[in-house]
């Protein structure tokens, strides 16, 4: 069930809060929730609520009546019981959007106007003290009653520090979508350094395989040279799907560099361990046999490939990328 608050400016307003079913559409009885009372303050725009109990707190925004109002449950709908807090009893309330009941007990509120979040104690709903931090930081700060979130000039506290950070955050979102792409849409041209193409594939995979009960043993780090960075992503990634896809957990899988002066040369070798109960009555069959399928073709289409045998109990396949330097 949705409760949702109307805006109630304009002769088409409703001043209440409507009741919704799952599926969007009106609930048949009592499709509002505050029951009309001639003793009740009458709501203009209401914005956040907070339910707390059997009580409903709701801000009014409108800027000539300001005010928060307590509501108390009565079957399926609320009855008004009192005003809890108007602009004259707390002058930075002006315009509120939102209200909230904290842990502690006070009653915080987020105020468009004035731009800044104020809060009320529990019981005298009088303006807690200015937030100790504002205080330290701002001595010679003025600071409107009950503020634990300011606002001068248009800028919050601390909002410079938080930019950075933010902005550090975008970047590497950016950077993170643009790498994305280079996947997606793979550039033929581009080259890239061995041991950090290898080092790509790894990440993009390691967690997942993780999860599913395979360890990565890199010990081809150190190679040199560059590669075409679509040859590497596509054989290297392939290679290890395929290896765990045809092959039981839990494994480790052992990537090292061979000998050639030609091509990158680097062997998948795929060992079981200790964890499944028949991890050592199976010897690994496959390994990284290539019997047809995609794969196959993707490893003929890019680099030559072999199969060779694995003396730890299993067999090892081996791809080669050509070097460009």
Same mark, same amino acid.
């Given at each position: 069930?949705?409760?949702?608050?109307?805006?109630?400016?304009?002769?088409?307003?409703?001043?209440?809060?409507?009741?919704?079913?799952?599926?969007?559409?009106?609930?048949?009885?009592?499709?509002?929730?505050?029951?009309?009372?001639?003793?009740?303050?009458? *709501?203009?725009?209401?914005?956040?609520?907070?339910?707390?109990?059997?009580?409903?707190?709701?801000?009014?925004?409108?800027?000539?009546?300001?005010?928060?109002?307590?509501?108390?449950?009565?079957?399926?709908?609320f009855h008004f019981a009192e005003m809890v807090v108007t602009t004259k009893d707390v002058a930075a309330m002006v315009h509120p959007f939102d209200v909230e009941l904290g842990d502690d007990g006070r009653i915080y509120m987020s105020?468009?106007?004035?731009?800044?979040?104020i809060a009320l104690m529990p019981k005298s709903r009088k303006p807690v003290p200015v937030a100790a931090h504002l205080r330290k930081r701002y001595p010679n700060g003025n600071f409107l009653p009950g503020t634990v979130v300011a606002?001068?000039?248009?800028?919050?506290?601390?909002?410079?520090?938080?930019?950075?950070?933010?902005?550090?955050?975008?970047?590497?979102?950016?950077?993170?979508?643009?790498?994305?792409?280079?996947?997606?849409?793979?550039?033929?041209?581009?080259?890239?350094?061995?041991?950090?193409?290898?080092?790509?594939?790894?990440?993009?995979?390691?967690?997942?395989?993780?999860?599913?009960?395979?360890?990565?043993?890199?010990?081809?780090?150190?190679?040199?040279?560059?590669?075409?960075?679509?040859?590497?992503?596509?054989?290297?990634?392939?290679?290890?799907?395929?290896?765990?896809?045809?092959?039981?957990?839990?494994?480790?899988?052992?990537?090292?560099?061979?000998?050639?002066?030609?091509?990158?040369?680097?062997?998948?070798?795929?060992?079981?361990?200790?964890?499944?109960?028949?991890?050592?009555?199976?010897?690994?069959?496959?390994?990284?046999?290539?019997?047809?399928?995609? *794969?196959?073709?993707?490893?003929?289409?890019?680099?030559?490939?072999?199969?060779?045998?694995?003396?730890?109990?299993?067999?090892?396949?081996?791809?080669?990328?050509?070097?460009?330097?």
């Amino acid at each position: 069930m949705w409760w949702i608050s109307y805006r109630g400016e304009g002769k088409a307003g409703v001043e209440n809060i409507g009741v919704f079913e799952d599926d969007g559409t009106p609930r048949k009885e009592h499709p509002v929730l505050l029951d009309p009372s001639t003793d009740a303050e009458v *709501l203009h725009i209401a914005r956040g609520f907070a339910l707390v109990g059997d009580d409903l707190y709701i801000a009014n925004a409108w800027r000539k009546d300001s005010h928060v109002a307590r509501y108390r449950r009565h079957g399926d709908t609320f009855h008004f019981a009192e005003m809890v807090v108007t602009t004259k009893d707390v002058a930075a309330m002006v315009h509120p959007f939102d209200v909230e009941l904290g842990d502690d007990g006070r009653i915080y509120m987020s105020c468009q106007d004035t731009n800044t979040v104020i809060a009320l104690m529990p019981k005298s709903r009088k303006p807690v003290p200015v937030a100790a931090h504002l205080r330290k930081r701002y001595p010679n700060g003025n600071f409107l009653p009950g503020t634990v979130v300011a606002s001068s000039q248009g800028r919050l506290p601390e909002v410079h520090d938080s930019a950075h950070k933010i902005n550090g955050f975008a970047r590497a979102a950016l950077n993170s979508c643009l790498d994305v792409v280079t996947w997606l849409a793979p550039d033929e041209d581009v080259s890239i350094a061995a041991a950090e193409g290898m080092r790509q594939c790894l990440g993009l995979l390691t967690t997942s395989l993780t999860f599913r009960g395979f360890t990565l043993q890199n010990e081809a780090g150190s190679v040199s040279g560059e590669v075409r960075r679509s040859a590497i992503r596509n054989v290297l990634t392939a290679s290890l799907l395929h290896i765990t896809d045809e092959n039981k957990a839990p494994a480790e899988i052992v990537l090292a560099p061979e000998p050639d002066d030609r091509s990158l040369v680097l062997s998948l070798t795929l060992r079981p361990t200790d964890g499944e109960h028949d991890a050592h009555q199976r010897a690994v069959e496959d390994g990284l046999a290539l019997r047809g399928g995609l *794969l196959q073709r993707i490893l003929q289409l890019l680099a030559p490939c072999h199969i060779g045998d694995d003396p730890h109990g299993g067999r090892a396949g081996v791809a080669r990328v050509d070097r460009l330097a």
